[in-house]
């Protein structure tokens, strides 16, 4: 079992900036990637980002690339997603994701059946 927690999430005004956390514990060292998601209101819940938890690789939705950046500290068993340039359509509830050691293409890592363990969410509203 892998447990995660995010923090990091709060209120801005558009134009600012939010790094969320995702700390890690329980069964990590199996871990293929982690990834980002997030679900506004009456919205279902979508890919943003993702990472490779041993070795190098990110993946990241249209939307936010250029403004939001993912990143990793095995040290820590922790990933971050930092959030630059935020958009009132950035307002949600932000979740982050984990695997049983699934090795597969990048390309589906913004699948959400690709990731068996969830975290409570963290979450962001950002005022216009």
């Known amino acids: 079992q892998v447990q995660l927690v995010e923090s990091g999430g709060g209120q801005v005004q558009a134009g600012g900036s939010l790094r969320l956390s995702c700390a890690a514990s329980?069964?990590?060292?199996?871990?293929?990637?982690v990834g980002w998601f997030r679900q506004a209101p009456g919205k279902e819940r979508e890919f943003v980002a993702a990472?490779?938890?041993?070795?190098?690789?990110?993946y990241y939705t249209n939307s936010v690339k250029g403004r939001f950046t993912i990143s990793k500290d095995n040290a820590k068993s922790t990933v971050y997603l930092q959030m630059n340039d935020l958009q009132a359509e950035d307002t949600a509830l932000y979740y982050c994701?984990?695997?049983?050691?699934?090795?597969?293409?990048?390309?589906?890592?913004?699948?959400?059946?690709?990731?068996?363990?969830w975290g409570q969410g963290t979450q962001v509203t950002v005022s216009s």
């Open positions: 994701a984990t695997d049983r050691g699934k090795s597969t293409g990048i390309s589906s890592w913004k699948n959400r059946d690709e990731y068996d363990y």
């Open positions: 329980g069964r990590t060292f199996s871990t293929y990637k």
């Open positions: 990472i490779r938890w041993n070795g190098y690789g990110t």
